[in-house]
């Protein structure tokens, strides 16, 4: 079974940064595919940024230059560093690890973007 618990949300001013980190348990993060999703209120949850196991990543078009996803396998850790911050970035972000094809998700953590 593989556990994903979500820290770095919080309140942030537009402009700012945050970074989300997600650690799991389990042996399997080097060969996992790992992203981040995000639902704001009303809205599909949505792909924001993914890493394959070869370090290779992807962003939703809307976050493109603003966010930044990495891994530590080591660590059994996937960051989302986010800078720029706007208003539409309001959301419960969720860490995403995908193996041998089963989803598991994380708890999601808050962010919100106010002045």
């Known amino acids: 079974q593989v556990q994903l618990v979500e820290s770095g949300g919080g309140l942030v001013q537009p402009g700012g940064s945050l970074r989300l980190s997600c650690v799991g348990s389990?042996?399997?993060?080097?060969?996992?595919?790992m992203g981040w999703y995000r639902q704001a209120p009303g809205k599909e949850r949505e792909l924001v940024a993914g890493i394959t196991s070869g370090g290779s990543t992807n962003y939703a078009d809307s976050v493109k230059g603003r966010f930044t996803i990495s891994r530590d396998n080591a660590k059994n850790t996937v960051y989302l560093q986010m800078n720029s911050l706007k208003f539409e970035d309001t959301a419960v972000y969720y860490c995403n690890v995908k193996v041998l094809g089963i989803h598991y998700w994380g708890q999601g953590t808050q962010v919100t973007v106010s002045s």
């Open positions: 389990g042996k399997i993060f080097s060969i996992a595919t």
